[in-house]
T-cell receptor
Framework: DSGVTQTPKHLITATGQRVTLRCSPR?????VYWYQQSLDQGLQFLIQ???????AKGNILERFSAQQFPDLHSELNLSSLELGDSALYFC?????????????FGPGTRLLVL | GENVEQHPSTLSVQEGDSAVIKCTYS??????FPWYKQELGKRPQLIID?????GEKKDQRIAVTLNKTAKHFSLHITETQPEDSAVYFC??????????FGTGTRLQVFP
């Protein structure tokens, strides 16, 4: 158990809908990262937050948005969902958000868009 | 920006044999190279990492080597066991930018 929690574990929804994925980082970690992993694919970096502020952006679609709240939990919002958005979404956290820190991954949220 | 290539994409070995996974990176300023293991349906977990001030690091049956001149680093697993079967991701970062992951290697260890 990494100490990073994600909810829900599974999510099934329809095309065009909007969903929110939630992540709580390890106690004491200030930075949160979001990754998308499609079937048999690598880890695609979406976005990083540090202490409430966006720090780095990856290949995140305009239909996706995220935020980190004062209590440091983070939410990833996916809207106008398409079939291709079906994937495993991981959240990770690290103490200070430095690129050379170990990232601790949560168990992931499996999203299925029908 | 940084680009990380990983080979092979799949690797099958007999239990007890060694497995080697190689990664190359593009940015010569990269100085941190972690390896993550992801078992089926599970989260990625750090198994070993190396920084550019060392050429090799070992932890029991796992070792990582770094060749800064050639800009490549490798994961070596000796005496493989069925529980080593997983997807392995390499990654690299420069001090001022985000960690970049390779595309993963699916390792299968047959009894």
């Amino acid at each position: 158990d990494s100490g990073v929690t994600q909810t829900p574990k599974h999510l099934i929804t329809a095309t065009g809908q909007r969903v929110t994925l939630r992540c709580s980082p390890r106690s004491g970690d200030l930075s949160v990262y979001w990754y998308q992993q499609s079937l048999d694919q690598g880890l695609q970096f979406l976005i990083q937050y540090y202490n409430g502020e966006e720090r780095a952006k990856g290949n995140i679609l305009e239909r996706f948005s995220a935020q980190q709240f004062p209590d440091l939990h983070s939410e990833l919002n996916l809207s106008s969902l398409e079939l291709g958005d079906s994937a495993l979404y991981f959240c990770a956290s690290s103490p200070l958000g430095g690129p050379q820190e170990t990232q601790y991954f949560g168990p992931g949220t499996r999203l299925l868009v029908l | 920006g940084e680009n990380v290539e990983q080979h092979p994409s799949t690797l099958s070995v007999q239990e007890g044999d060694s497995a080697v996974i190689k990664c190359t990176y593009s940015d010569s300023a990269s100085n941190y190279f972690p390896w993550y293991k992801q078992e089926l349906g599970k989260r990625p977990q750090l198994i070993i990492d190396i920084r550019s001030n060392v050429g090799e690091k070992k932890d029991q049956r796992i070792a990582v080597t770094l060749n800064k001149t050639a800009k490549h680093f490798s994961l070596h697993i000796t005496e493989t066991q069925p529980e080593d079967s997983a997807v392995y991701f390499c990654a690299a970062s420069i001090p001022t930018d985000k960690l970049i992951f390779g595309t993963g290697t699916r390792l299968q260890v047959f009894p």
